[in-house]
């Protein structure tokens, strides 16, 4: 990775508009991502494992054809992140064959909460009291999205403990990505591509012990179309933006947001899986879209020292 020097602390520490709009992109991208996956119908190992498999030569052609390089340092450092990206996708496609969307929103909506505790002590962030409580309307607001659904949040016991999983993997890459990029100048493309080849080392001895051939010869053509979508959309340019937008937006801030993902998620359930939203999933929404906005404008904390 290339020295601290080129990325000054003045730099990555200055949000401004085209950051949240990128923010917003991502946010778009992720909250489709639960839906997109239930459309997936090969076993959670296997569908992993192919998601990052046809993600790794796009990213690969990207970084050879703008002449950027994976060095030994971002490859070292993108170890322990990339696994725990990777083993979060299986817990992800796991959980959704096991419930409805609604019910991986409700884990990924303890996120926030989990960020603003980790981020003081770990990236030096220390959210102001209106953060602290806007941040707890916004997870009300996004409680409301999800509790909304009433009979429709549907999950077996094993549901649960998977989804629980797979938030807590997301929250180790993500956390382990915003300090990676905090100490050098990570390029994200090149970044990304180191991920994704470390989740795909991760999940593939797991997937070729847990899995059969018939399961990929037997796949549909909409299964790997879904898959597409999910690897290069959602997962290519979903995740390179997010690695840029780390670099400039404060964790507590960007975590925050990903609450939207829960409101994205729930309204595209309804049209594509059949999960109907409620008015009061629409009152939800609005309270987690107003405080998230109130968060934003807030200034960065590192701007008040």
């Known amino acids: 990775?290339?020295?601290?020097?080129?990325?000054?602390?003045?730099?990555?520490?200055?949000?401004?508009?085209?950051?949240?709009?990128?923010?917003?992109?991502?946010?778009?991208?992720?909250?489709?991502?639960?839906?997109?996956?239930?459309?997936?119908?090969?076993?959670?190992?296997?569908?992993?494992?192919?998601?990052?498999?046809?993600?790794?030569?796009l990213l690969s052609a990207?970084?050879?054809?703008?002449?950027?390089?994976v060095s030994g340092p971002t490859m070292r450092a993108a170890a322990a992140p990339g696994a725990a990206f990777g083993t979060n996708l299986v817990f992800v496609f796991a959980t959704l064959q096991e419930a409805t969307v609604a019910v991986l929103v409700v884990a990924v909506s303890l996120q926030p909460a989990a960020i603003l505790v980790i981020a003081g002590p770990m990236?030096?962030?220390?959210?102001?009291?209106?953060?602290i409580a806007w941040t707890l309307v916004a997870i009300s607001g996004a409680a409301i999205v999800i509790l909304g659904a009433g009979s429709e949040l549907r999950t077996s016991p094993l549901g649960v403990v998977l989804s629980?999983?797979?938030v807590a993997l997301f929250?180790?890459?993500?956390?382990?990505?915003?300090?990676?990029?905090?100490?050098?100048?990570?390029?994200?493309?090149?970044?990304?591509?180191?991920?994704?080849?470390?989740?795909?080392?991760?999940?593939?001895?797991?997937?070729?012990?847990?899995?059969?051939?018939?399961?990929?010869?037997?796949?549909?053509?909409?299964?790997?179309?879904?898959?597409?979508?999910?690897?290069?959309?959602?997962?290519?340019?979903?995740?390179?933006?997010?690695?840029?937008?780390?670099?400039?937006?404060?964790?507590?801030?960007?975590s925050l947001s990903m609450l939207l993902m829960n409101v994205v998620a729930v309204s595209l359930a309804w049209p594509v899986h059949d999960e109907p939203m409620t008015w009061i999933q629409g009152v939800g929404g609005l309270i987690a879209?107003?405080?998230?906005?109130?968060?934003?404008?807030?200034?960065?904390?590192s701007a008040n020292r």
């Not at 990236?123 to 953060?131: K, M, Q």
């Open 164 to 166: 629980l999983l797979a």
């Open 123 to 131: 990236f030096g962030e220390r959210p102001t009291r209106p953060h």
């Open 171 to 254: 929250t180790a890459y993500f956390v382990l990505t915003r300090a990676a990029r905090l100490k050098t100048a990570v390029d994200p493309i090149e970044w990304m591509t180191a991920i994704n080849i470390w989740a795909f080392l991760a999940v593939a001895p797991i997937a070729l012990f847990a899995s059969d051939w018939a399961d990929v010869t037997g796949m549909e053509g909409s299964d790997w179309f879904w898959l597409a979508v999910l690897a290069y959309m959602t997962g290519v340019l979903g995740h390179v933006l997010m690695s840029w937008v780390h670099g400039y937006v404060e964790a507590s801030r960007s």
């Open 289 to 301: 879209l107003g405080s998230v906005a109130a968060v934003l404008r807030i200034p960065p904390a």
């Open 62 to 69: 990207i970084v050879v054809a703008t002449r950027r390089r």
């Open 1 to 57: 990775m290339k020295p601290a020097a080129t990325a000054p602390q003045s730099d990555r520490t200055t949000e401004s508009g085209i950051h949240y709009t990128a923010l917003l992109c991502v946010v778009l991208l992720w909250g489709s991502g639960p839906v997109v996956t239930k459309l997936v119908t090969v076993p959670p190992v296997t569908g992993a494992a192919l998601r990052f498999a046809i993600s790794i030569p």
